[in-house]
């Protein structure tokens, strides 16, 4: 990521790109469908295909199956790397089409845009209920935390909050939220040594 964006300001000299301004471009980040936002309409549609092959496919399964034992899903014949791979390409696009719609909306290509996004989606999806730990996802809880993390930086906006002061907020709630993943993934696991525990065979009486 940091060799990705140093590249990017070494092509630009860290000087926006502007003259994006026309109607082809402008449609992805400004336009409304039926009084609806563009960009609102592709976060749907994303959500819909993402809903789809997490919880009604195989790839699905398997994704998750890799995070919760990574040796266990190789053992029973899933393709681990290609799992992988697969998603890190889909997270690629992902990122790819938030570039296009930010662009568009901002009518100029800015070498430091999306700075720090990284942190927000962590917490977002941490506060949605998906473990880092890996097992365990929830893309309704994803979209929940990432409107909650939108409304936290619109409210600290709202009260002229300073800048900076944004960021210790932002990685504060992270910070609480991974601490939270933490102990509810120690909550789990020694719940799951308790119930793998063999039980005690009971003593026999010794008589004289």
């Keep these: 990521m940091i060799i990705g964006r140093g590249i990017i300001q070494v092509y630009s000299g860290g000087i926006p790109k502007t003259g994006l301004a026309f109607p082809e471009f402008q449609f992805w980040g400004q336009a409304l469908i039926l009084g609806i936002p563009v960009p609102v309409i592709v976060m749907v549609v994303v959500f819909a295909a993402c809903f789809y092959l997490m919880y009604r496919t195989r790839f699905g399964r398997f994704t ?36 296009l719609l930010l662009t568009s909306r901002l009518e100029a290509a800015m070498p430091e845009a999306g700075t720090n996004y990284e942190l927000d989606v962590i917490a977002a999806i941490v506060i949605g209920g998906t473990s880092l730990a890996g097992g365990r996802a929830s893309l309704v809880g994803t979209l929940i935390g990432a409107a909650l993390m939108a409304v936290v930086r619109n409210g600290i906006n709202l009260l002229n909050v300073n800048t900076f002061w944004q960021q210790v907020v932002i990685g504060g709630i992270i910070l609480i939220a991974i601490a939270y993943d933490g102990l509810a993934a120690r909550r789990a696991g020694r719940k799951i040594r308790t119930n793998a525990a063999p039980a005690r065979a009971p003593r026999e009486k010794v008589t004289a």
């Design 64 to 99: 998750l199956s890799i995070g919760s034992n990574r040796d266990a899903a190789r053992l029973v014949g899933i393709s681990v790397p290609r799992i992988e791979i697969t998603v890190y390409v889909l997270t690629g696009l992902a990122a790819a089409a938030s570039s």
